[in-house]
């Protein structure tokens, strides 16, 4: 820390008691001045030799008793500030740093202790330090940015804050190849230890005050428009919103809106200056300090342009206690946010034609397929954990990303497998809806041979899949596709007879396993329509509510007369 000393004379100043000061001399005090609580008892001469103010005051006294008494309440800093200013007067030691200097600086200007009072005063000996030691340090810079607080309007006045902000953003927007100061810096990246990183000022900016943090990241915003890119001051924004944002129990609402509304306004406009993750917090936070809906519309809005980064543990968001929801995480927000994620990808799409001479034709598809993903898991996950959710809102968020490209439906299966679990007491008419949302087509082998054995399941649903399965056995057998979606990747004459080698290895084996489960559908069907038979004579395959495991229907294809089997294995 930098640091100023002025005057050279020891420092006499003695105390009796809390509340009065003095200067031990042999010479009498001829002036009283009051400061809040505190007398100054002092001399005339070294305090009227640079202070203006004070001249002014005591020439305005009446009073005829030796000493004269003037009163100064409002000078800022105080006490302590007045009793600096009054020692450079007597040329006593003072000791000026990046605590004191703002204190002292507006206690010398309410003084008036110019240069054309004395020269080399008070004033000219501050602006000399401020300019030539504190502005040029990086830390010393916010240390009395962030004392000026404490002395509006005079801090403001005398544009200390304004050249704190000036210099921190000038710092903050130097090439990090130039930063040759020092700055703190606890997080862990990779390729830090190649130089500075070029976020290395986002910490210590994090100290201050969200009014000041305001003010800095405009300035640096203003200054650094080239130097200083969008991620970064989307990486600051966050490491300030982690060490601000309700960190505490007793947190005070109002002031925590306010906070989280200015974090808000700073979020540059650029789709990749913020993550995903850190959005889907602030919109959780919003939903825990019940923000205005300003707030959350442009959230989801930037949540939207980049659906396809998030996670499923980020869509969990808990719904608030307050609005009434029956449920208990909100999942109209998650609609919301494939709301806006459809809305943006269709726009991007109408002013991206042109992109499709260039190869950007794919980035949306691989977008929707991320996002058909997540929801496919999510579903799946909000299923299980979610007792109030009913087969209407399942179906609603299912059917918004329906139509998005997918290599499977294994992920729609999963879901709806885990609804049908979780949820046993659904009318069979629901079940047949949620089970309409999968494509029997395009489940793979792993995922058809568990549906076939899965007593959840509609038995028209099982029967659709072994159908679908047995016409895709006796279908002219195609190598599998290549990679990723467009990809012009060839078939060597090595890799054919690789595919022809193991496709013969999984035909055996696949056909066991189509032999066995369908041994197991028959079953159920048999044992559905004697069922019927006996209850009333009408025999209904169309649909199943049994509960039993795969491997109790296993048992009763095992316990099937000789007869039986015989029919089965010659069919």
């Not at 990086?138 to 210099?167: A, G, M, N, Y």
Request: charged share 30%.
């Amino acid at each position: 820390m930098k640091f100023m000393k002025l005057g050279s004379k020891p420092d006499s100043f003695q105390s009796q008691e809390d509340c009065i000061r003095y200067v031990a001399s042999d010479l009498a005090t001829d002036v009283i001045v009051n400061v809040g609580d505190v007398k100054f008892y002092l001399h005339k001469f070294p305090l009227l030799s640079k202070s203006a103010r004070l001249q002014k005051l005591i020439a305005a006294t009446i009073n005829e008793q030796p000493d004269d008494e003037i009163s100064i309440p409002d000078i800022p800093g105080g006490p302590q500030a007045f009793e600096v200013c009054a020692k450079f007067c007597y040329g006593m030691t003072v000791t000026l740093n990046a605590y004191n200097v703002v204190s002292a600086r507006c206690a010398a200007e309410y003084l008036e202790m110019y240069e054309s009072i004395e020269t080399g005063n008070l004033v000219y000996k501050i602006e000399v330090f401020l300019n030539s030691s504190v502005l040029r340090s990086w830390k010393d810079s916010i240390i009395v940015l962030q004392t000026t607080r404490s002395f509006h309007p005079w801090s403001r006045d005398v544009k200390i804050d304004v050249r704190c902000l000036e210099s921190i953003a000038s710092k903050a927007a130097t090439d990090p190849a130039r930063v040759d100061w020092s700055y703190t810096y606890n997080r862990r990246k990779v390729n830090n230890s190649d130089g500075v990183p070029r976020d290395w000022w986002v910490e210590d900016l994090a100290e201050l005050s969200i009014d000041l943090y305001e003010r800095v990241i405009s300035t640096i915003r203003r200054k650094g428009d080239v130097s200083v890119s969008p991620e970064v001051i989307g990486e600051a924004l966050e490491v300030y919103a982690a060490k601000r944002l309700l960190q505490d129990d007793d947190y005070d609402e109002e002031e925590q809106r306010s906070l989280f509304g200015t974090l808000i306004s700073l979020m540059p406009s650029e789709k990749q200056s913020v993550s995903c993750g850190f959005l889907i917090k602030l919109l959780k936070l919003s939903v825990s300090l019940e923000c205005g809906e300003e707030e959350r519309r442009e959230l989801s809005k930037r949540i939207g342009e980049k659906l396809e980064e998030a996670s499923v543990d980020d869509l969990l968001i808990r719904a608030s206690s307050e609005e009434g929801c029956e449920t208990v995480y909100d999942i109209d927000i998650v609609e919301t946010l494939i709301d806006e994620f459809i809305t943006q990808t269709e726009k991007r799409d109408e002013l991206g034609c042109s992109d499709i001479e260039q190869g950007n034709v794919f980035v949306s598809d691989s977008s929707r397929a991320a996002v058909a993903k997540l929801i496919d898991g999510y579903l799946s996950e909000i299923a299980r954990i979610e007792p109030n959710l009913s087969p209407l809102k399942f179906i609603a968020v299912a059917e918004k990303v329906l139509s998005f490209p997918r290599s499977s439906h294994d992920g729609v299966y999963r879901a709806i497998d885990m609804f049908l679990k979780e949820h046993p007491g659904i009318s069979k008419s629901e079940k047949k809806s949620i089970c309409r949302l999968m494509d029997c087509r395009k489940l793979s082998p792993e995922a058809c041979a568990h549906a076939v054995q899965n007593e959840r399941l509609p038995l028209r649903v099982v029967v659709q899949i072994l159908f679908f399965e047995q016409v895709r056995a006796t279908s002219k057998p195609s190598l599998p596709p290549s990679g990723s979606h467009g990809s012009s990747r060839t078939t060597t004459e090595e890799e054919c007879d690789s595919v022809t080698a193991t496709e013969e290895t999984t035909t055996t084996t696949t056909t066991r396993e189509k032999t066995k489960a369908k041994g197991v559908v028959m079953s159920r069907i048999f044992s559905k329509l004697w069922t019927g038979k006996d209850r009333d004579g009408v025999g209904d395959v169309s649909s199943s509510d049994t509960s039993e495991s795969p491997g109790s229907a296993t048992t009763v294809d095992d316990k099937s007369t000789p007869s039986t089997r015989r029919r089965r294995s010659s069919s």
